[in-house]
């Protein structure tokens, strides 16, 4: 008997088919959270994940630390292009859970740089599922190399 919640599945986004590109970690911990997608609208950056059964949480939603991790490696990858490709490293990550999300649903987040100066950037996300709002992000990159 299993008695964990049933978890509804949304219908199956497919991201390779509406354009999306699979960014290639080459990193155990990136294999096994992944993948991650990104698009780009209006020159800003998109990344995405569809939600699978190993994102889950035991109440059979996706786990906030799924959300974290995509926030910071959205966060990361678009300041690191903000700065010309310079290394970064997390110092602070700030987070809030908005609303809940499902199995199968297609989480996009939409970083931003709020200010680069020469050694830190500020950075901020929102996340949704279409049109509906599930986090509001926001952190500081430290700039590895001068």
């Keep these: ?12 986004f497919d991201p390779a088919a509406q354009g999306w590109e699979e960014i290639v970690n080459h990193t155990a911990f990136g294999d096994l959270v992944g993948p991650v997608w990104r698009s780009d609208e209006d020159g800003k950056p998109l990344f995405g994940f569809v939600v699978a059964p190993k994102h889950l949480n035991r109440s059979g939603n996706l786990h906030g630390g799924m959300l974290m991790t995509l926030a910071d490696q959205a966060m990361a990858m678009t300041a690191r292009q903000a700065t010309g490709g310079k290394r970064h490293a997390t110092i602070e990550l700030n987070i809030q859970f908005v609303d809940g999300v499902k199995l199968g649903e297609f989480v996009i987040a939409h970083p931003e740089v ?3 100066s020469r050694s830190v950037v500020f950075m901020q996300a929102k996340m949704f599922v279409g049109d509906r709002l599930v986090v509001t992000t926001s952190g500081i990159w430290k700039i590895l190399e001068a």
Excluded: G, L, S, T
């Design 114 to 116: 709020v200010r680069a």
């Design 1 to 12: 008997m299993n008695d964990k919640p049933a978890a509804e599945a949304a219908p199956r």
